[in-house]
Nanobody
Framework: VQLQASGGGWVQPGGSLRLSCAVS????????LAWFRQAPGKEREFVAN????????AYAASVKGRFAIFRDNGENTVSVQMNNLKPEDTAAYYC????????????WGQGTQVTVSS
């Protein structure tokens, strides 16, 4: 299984970015794809996840209403649209995957940096 994250960058507060995670090698459809983030000096935190089918998106309280996670239609990509970005959203963002039958994320992509500042 390989996960390749892309789309990070710098944006001013209130701006938008879209992160994408290209997914390959999943052995079945019974997987959950997620985004996590880690800011300097802080622990990694959950951002959002969605079933590989695209169903049942879920969000951390800190991003709900501003972020939207989805599987790109017909593509092996899971993206997160991030709107109304705030300085506290600054972090390295990672995509991850786990089988629905386990609790720990088994596969991780490399991080992509998001910086929100004026």
């Amino acid at each position: 299984v390989q996960l390749q994250a892309s789309g990070g960058g710098w944006v001013q507060p209130g701006g938008s970015l879209r992160l994408s995670c290209a997914v390959s090698g999943l052995p079945s459809n019974q997987y959950i794809l997620a985004w996590f983030r880690q800011a300097p000096g802080k622990e990694r935190e959950f951002v959002a996840n969605v079933f590989w089918s695209g169903r049942s998106p879920a969000y951390a309280a800190s991003v709900k209403g501003r972020f939207a996670i989805f599987r790109d239609n017909g593509e092996n990509t899971v993206s997160v649209q991030m709107n109304n970005l705030k300085p506290e959203d600054t972090a390295a963002y990672y995509c991850a995957a786990r089988y629905t039958g386990v609790s720990e994320y088994q596969y991780w992509g490399q991080g992509t940096q998001v910086t929100v500042s004026s």
